[in-house]
C-alpha cells in the first residue's frame, strides 16, 4: 500500500482498482443484466439506402405466439417526439430525425418498425415477419457526388445536400502565397471509420410506479435521461439513467439513438422490462460513424522551409441526419489548422453535406486527427519540395515556449506547451541519425525501409460552456462520512479509463487517507444529481478539477471545525497527512475522522454552520487544454506485395500533469491501436448505392495485437494553467499522432519507386498498385 502524501499518489503507477472484477468475468455490461419477466425487442432496419415506404404490414408478426408488441411509425404517432437536436450550430439544416421512419429511408439500417417478444429469437423470427413494401429511390454516398446540382437530394425540403458551411480567415493570405518561394498543394482522403466498441450498443428498460429506469452502455447518463424524458414525453425527474459496466464508446456512445426511446417506449407501454442489444452488424450499420473527409490544402513555403499561410477547403460527409455534435468535427479539423506550428496566416472552408450513410460524429480525436493529419502529409511535401529533412522543417515551424500563451490564427488560445522538446526525445528514442543509415543500406539490399513523423497538438477539456456546442462543465462532490471514509461523486463516466482509480488518488492524495477509504460513485443518474460525462480527453482535466475544489472546500470547513475543537483560530490551523494541527504546536491535533464526527453531531460547529462534511464544486474551465507530441513510425515495405510491416512506433506525448502514468500508457496504447488501423487496414466502404460493405469483422480490418510493435514510449510534462491538478488529456493522442506519421513512413520507404502520395487505409493492393503507377509514369517518354 502506497503511503499518501503528494510525493506517492499524484504520478504515482497505482494499479486499476476497476480490473480484477473485470478480469474475473464478473463484470456487469447491459446484457448481464436480468429482470422478471424481460422481453426483448429486435428492430427491423431499412434494407435500402433510399427508398419509399410504400407500406408496413405487421399482421403475420403479431399473430405469433410469444410476440408482444410490434411497433411502426403509425403506432408511435403523437405519442414521442422526435429526436432532439443537441449541439449543433444555428446555422446548420437539421432535418427532423424520426424514432421510426414513416414514408421514407435515407440510409441502410433506418429502424422501420420493432418487435416486442418474449425472447429475443422470437422477436428476430417476427421481424422477418414483417412485409414492406418499398420503392427504391436514387441515392447519393459520395460526398463529391452529393454536390453535383443534379444529385438526388436526402433531403428533398431543402435546395441541395448542403447542410452546413462555415468559414474563417486570418492574415494576409492572398499576400504570403504571392511572395511565396514555393506553393504546395495536396488533396487527402480522411476515410470512414466505426467505433468497434467491444460491447454493441444495447439497453434495458424498467417502467415502475410512474418511474422509468433505463440502463444504457452509455457515455453520457444525464444527457440520455433528458434526451429520453423529451422524447417521450416524461418529467425529467421521472427517468433514471444507469451505465452499467461500458464496453469501449470512444465518442460513439456520446448520444443518444432511436434504440434507446424505442425500448423505453415499449416498456412504459408494456409495463414489463424490455432489452434491446444489438448484433456487431447492427451495431456496424447503425451506430455514429467517424471522419470522412476530404482536405484540399495549399501551404506557403518560403526558401527555408518555414510556412507563411495555409489554405484549406474541407468536403465532410455528415451522412443521412445530424446527430449528436455530427457538424462539429470539420468545424474543430478547422480550429486545428495550423496545429504546432507558428504560421501567421490561414483560411478555412467547409462545406458538409448530407449523403444516404448512417450519420457521422465524432470518434476518438473527432475532428483533430484530420486537422493533424493534413498537416502532418502537408509539413512532409514540403520538406519533399524544398528537398530538407522532415524532422528540420517541423522544427523551423514550431512554436516556442515562451510564446505561451499563443494565439493561434484560427483565435484558440494554446495554454502551454514544449513542442521542440518532445521532437527531440523522440528523434533520440528512435536513433535518427543512425536509422537513416540502416535504411541506406537496406535499399542497396534491395530492402525498403521507411521513417514518418508526426508532431501535434490538440484540444481537450471541451473547454468553458459559453464558447462550446456543448456543456463543458463538470460536477464533483466529495463527502466525508462520520466514520472518517470518504464518499466521491462524479458526473463523468468512466467506461474503460481507470477513472475510478484516478479520483481516488486526487483525494486519497489531498486527504492524507488511504485509497481503499475512497469510493468513488458515477453513472447513475439518481446517485449524481448532475453530470455531463466522459468524452473529449476531459474526465481529469474538468472532472477531476471538480473533485480537487471539491475537496479544498471540503478542507476548509473542516479547518473551522477543527479550530473550534481545538480551540484555536482557524487561521493558525493547519491540514497534513489527515491532520488538522495548531500551526508551531503539532501535539494539538485532530484526526480527518474526529472532525468528521463532530461535523455530524453538531454540537461543536462554528455558529452558523450546517452539520455534514460534504462539497459541491461545478467545474466550468476557462479554456481548453492543448496535449502535444511528437510520434515516429518505422516500417518496411515489400514491393512484391505492397504489404506494410510497422517495425516500431515511437511516441513521446505532453498531457500535462500525470496523475497515473499506467493510466497514460494504457489510453495511449490504445489510440495507437487506433490511429494505426486508420493508416493501415480500416474503412467504412459503401458502393455507389449507398450499400455497406464492410458491416462485419470479417469485412472491416480492425488492429490485432500481433499486427502492433511493443511501443516505445516517454513522455514530458508541461502542466496546463487551465486548471488546479494542471493536467491535460491524454485518452485520444494516439489516434491522432500516429495515422500521418505511420502514412509519411510508408511513403519515405517508396520514394526510390516515385511514391508521393497514398490514401488511408495503405492495404497491400493500394501500396502495390502505386508502385506500379509511379513505375509506369516513370517509363513514360
Known amino acids: 500500500m502506497l503511503m499518501p502524501g503528494i510525493a506517492s499518489l499524484i504520478g504515482a503507477e497505482v494499479r486499476r482498482r476497476e480490473d480484477p472484477a473485470l478480469i ?11 429482470l422478471p419477466r424481460t422481453a426483448f425487442m429486435t428492430v427491423l432496419r431499412s434494407p ?9 404490414d405487421t399482421a403475420a408478426a403479431a399473430a405469433l405466439p410469444g410476440v408482444l408488441h410490434v411497433l411502426t411509425a403509425t403506432d408511435i404517432e403523437g405519442q414521442v417526439e422526435p429526436e432532439p437536436a443537441i449541439g449543433l450550430p444555428p446555422a446548420a439544416r437539421r432535418p427532423r430525425r424520426p424514432l421510426l421512419a414513416r414514408e421514407v429511408v435515407r440510409y441502410v439500417g433506418e429502424p422501420v418498425a420493432a418487435v416486442v417478444a418474449d425472447d429475443r429469437y422470437l422477436a428476430a423470427d417476427a421481424c422477418e415477419a414483417i412485409q414492406v413494401e418499398y420503392e427504391p429511390l436514387p441515392a447519393v454516398s459520395d460526398p463529391e457526388a452529393a454536390l453535383a446540382p443534379d444529385a438526388p437530394r ?22 504570403a502565397f504571392a511572395r511565396a518561394d514555393t506553393v504546395v498543394r495536396l488533396r487527402l482522403v480522411n476515410q470512414r471509420l466505426a467505433g468497434v466498441a467491444l460491447e454493441p450498443r444495447g439497453c434495458l428498460a424498467e417502467y415502475r410506479a ?6 444504457a452502455g452509455t457515455q453520457t447518463p444525464h444527457r440520455l435521461r433528458s434526451g429520453l424524458a423529451q422524447i417521450l414525453r416524461l418529467p425529467e425527474p421521472a427517468v433514471r439513467v444507469i451505465a452499467p459496466d461500458v464496453g469501449g464508446g470512444f465518442g460513439c456512445k456520446i448520444g443518444f439513438y432511436a434504440d434507446e426511446a424505442l425500448c423505453a417506449f415499449a416498456a412504459v407501454g408494456l409495463g414489463r422490462p424490455v432489452k434491446l442489444v444489438l448484433t456487431r452488424r447492427e451495431d456496424f450499420l447503425t451506430t455514429t460513424q467517424a471522419r470522412g473527409q476530404v482536405n484540399e490544402v495549399e501551404a506557403a513555403v518560403a526558401a527555408d522551409g518555414t510556412v507563411l499561410a495555409l489554405r484549406c477547403r474541407t468536403l465532410a460527409d455528415l451522412g443521412a441526419y445530424l446527430e449528436v455534435l455530427t457538424p462539429y468535427p470539420g468545424m474543430l479539423t478547422g480550429r486545428l489548422l495550423t496545429g504546432p506550428y507558428r504560421i501567421p496566416a490561414a483560411r478555412y472552408e467547409l462545406t458538409s453535406v448530407f449523403t444516404n450513410r448512417m450519420a457521422t460524429a465524432p470518434y476518438r480525436g473527432a475532428g483533430r486527427p484530420e486537422a493533424t493529419y493534413l498537416l502532418e502529409r502537408t509539413m512532409d511535401e514540403i520538406a519533399r519540395a524544398r528537398d530538407l529533412d522532415p524532422a528540420e522543417v517541423r522544427r523551423r515551424n514550431l512554436i516556442q515556449p515562451e510564446e505561451f500563451p499563443y494565439t493561434a490564427p484560427s483565435g484558440l488560445v494554446y495554454d502551454s506547451g514544449r513542442y521542440e522538446a518532445a521532437l527531440d526525445g523522440a528523434l533520440t528514442l528512435v536513433d535518427y541519425k543512425r536509422f537513416r543509415d540502416a535504411q541506406r543500406r537496406a535499399r542497396n539490399e534491395g530492402r525498403y525501409l521507411g521513417i514518418g513523423f508526426s508532431t501535434f497538438m490538440e484540444t481537450a477539456g471541451v473547454g468553458p460552456s459559453k464558447t462550446t456546442p456543448i456543456l463543458g462543465w463538470e460536477s464533483g462532490t466529495v463527502r466525508v462520512e462520520p466514520s472518517g471514509k470518504i ?3 462524479t458526473g463523468a463516466s468512466p467506461h474503460g479509463q481507470g477513472l475510478e482509480t484516478a479520483f481516488a488518488q486526487i483525494v486519497a492524495d489531498r486527504l492524507g487517507a488511504p485509497m481503499e477509504d475512497v469510493a468513488v460513485l458515477h453513472g447513475d443518474t439518481a446517485v449524481v444529481a448532475a453530470g455531463v460525462g466522459t468524452f473529449g480527453s476531459r474526465s481529469i482535466s474538468v472532472g477531476g478539477s471538480a473533485i480537487a475544489s471539491a475537496v479544498e472546500k471540503v478542507l476548509d470547513k473542516g479547518r473551522r471545525i477543527a479550530a473550534t475543537l481545538l480551540e484555536a483560530a482557524a487561521e493558525d490551523v493547519v491540514f497534513d497527512q489527515g491532520r488538522f494541527a495548531v500551526r508551531g504546536a503539532p501535539g494539538r491535533a485532530v484526526t480527518l475522522a474526529e472532525v468528521a464526527a463532530a461535523a455530524y453531531a453538531g454540537k461543536a460547529l462554528p455558529a452558523g454552520m450546517e452539520p455534514g462534511l460534504e462539497a459541491t464544486t461545478v467545474w466550468d474551465p ?5 496535449p502535444s507530441g511528437t510520434h515516429v513510425a518505422v516500417v518496411e515495405v515489400d514491393p512484391d506485395s505492397g504489404a506494410v510491416r510497422l517495425l516500431r512506433l515511437v511516441g513521446v506525448d505532453d498531457c500535462g500533469r500525470v496523475i497515473n502514468p499506467l493510466l497514460v500508457e494504457g489510453q495511449i496504447h490504445g489510440g495507437l491501436a487506433q490511429g494505426i488501423g486508420q493508416a493501415l487496414w480500416e474503412e467504412m466502404r459503401y458502393d455507389a448505392a449507398g450499400q455497406c460493405l464492410t458491416a462485419s469483422l470479417m469485412d472491416y480490418a480492425t488492429a490485432k495485437s500481433d499486427m502492433l510493435p ?7 510534462e508541461t502542466p496546463s494553467p487551465v486548471n488546479p491538478l494542471g493536467a491535460k488529456g491524454c485518452g485520444e493522442a494516439g489516434a491522432i499522432g500516429s495515422p500521418p506519421a505511420v502514412v509519411n513512413a510508408v511513403i519515405d520507404a517508396l520514394t526510390p519507386f516515385g511514391v508521393t502520395h497514398l490514401d488511408m487505409p495503405l492495404t497491400p493492393a493500394r501500396v502495390w498498385a502505386a508502385i506500379q503507377q509511379a513505375q509506369c509514369q516513370r517509363r513514360l517518354p
Not at 410512474?210 to 440502463?215: D, I, R
Request: aromatic letters at 12%; hydrophobic letters at 50%.
Open 24 to 34: 474475473k468475468g464478473a463484470g456487469r455490461f447491459v446484457d448481464d443484466l436480468v
Open 48 to 56: 435500402h439506402a433510399h427508398a419509399r415506404v410504400l407500406s408496413v
Open 154 to 175: 436526402v433531403h428533398p425540403e431543402f435546395p441541395d445536400n448542403v447542410a452546413l458551411t462555415w468559414a474563417w480567415s486570418q492574415g494576409d493570405v492572398e499576400g
Open 210 to 215: 410512474g418511474a422509468l429506469t433505463v440502463w
Open 487 to 489: 464518499t466521491v461523486l
Open 622 to 626: 476557462p479554456n481548453f487544454t492543448f
Open 710 to 716: 511493443l511501443f516505445e514510449l516517454d513522455r514530458i
